[in-house]
């Protein structure tokens, strides 16, 4: 590096051999959300765990995401300058907080009982603005409830704590989003035949997104990857795995 006299008084042509301060590369974070990425004993694994895997191979980068409560990470990627998350909703309060790089599945928004007796009559949903509504904690499909009325809304950290608490009778539904809930059910050991969906309120586009201050030019690295796989036929493999 040059003194600081020297740069001062240095022509151009020399300036532009002093190293530039690299950008930072992208890292990526999640939350245990089925099927997309989760963690288990034998190490995560997940959908949009493995594409971003298989995109890293492509760029020849590490292939590492490091996993944490969902609001930690979305509250990171978003305060952060070089963060990626998935699935996140892309939402209008979202919008021009992150960075969109690529889509991965449109879902609709349920509300989930447990099957027994007392439920069997489906309540519309005036009659359920009443219940304890669970959500996953930093999501923001709660303002779909609050534009339908709901008032008691508990959140919980993930959806393994939201089937706990909905078992236990500690809340009366939970609102999330139908592939998530179902495929947590599986993972977690909840028979499906224990729930039923009640009514489907709001939808929307799940993205992986980074950190609004992520460089240009690595987040379209990222977007070519992800061209490539799907040129190549590995995103339609991996989305038959895990979403079918």
Avoid: C
């Avoid at 009443?130 to 904690?137: A, F, N, P, T, W």
Wanted: charged letters at 25%; proline letters at 7%; a positive charge.
């Amino acid at each position: 590096m040059l003194p600081r006299r020297l740069l001062l008084a240095a022509p151009a042509f020399l300036l532009s051999l002093v190293p530039a301060r690299a950008a930072p590369l992208l890292e990526w974070v999640a939350g245990d959300l089925p099927p997309f990425g989760w963690s288990t004993p034998e190490g995560p694994r997940g959908f949009a765990h493995e594409l971003v895997a298989a995109m890293a191979q492509r760029l020849g980068r590490r292939a590492e995401v490091r996993y944490m409560p969902w609001a930690r990470a979305v509250r990171m990627v978003a305060q952060g300058d070089h963060f990626g998350v998935f699935p996140l909703a892309r939402t209008p309060d979202r919008e021009a907080r992150f960075q969109w790089l690529v889509p991965l599945m449109a879902v609709r928004y349920g509300l989930y009982t447990l099957a027994t007796p007392a439920n069997e009559g489906r309540l519309d949903l005036a009659q359920r603005r009443r219940q304890r509504i669970g959500v996953l904690r930093g999501s923001p499909i709660v303002a779909n409830l609050r534009a339908e009325g709901f008032e008691s809304i508990v959140d919980a950290k993930d959806y393994h704590d939201l089937l706990r608490q909905l078992r236990a009778g500690l809340i009366d539904a939970v609102y999330a989003g139908a592939p998530m809930l179902e495929a947590a059910m599986d993972e977690y050991g909840h028979p499906r035949t224990l729930f039923t969906l009640q009514a489907t309120v709001g939808e929307a586009t799940l993205y992986m997104a980074t950190s609004l201050g992520l460089h240009p030019a690595e987040a379209q690295r990222w977007v070519d990857a992800h061209r490539q796989l799907e040129e190549d036929g590995t995103v339609a493999r991996l989305r038959q795995r895990y979403l079918h």
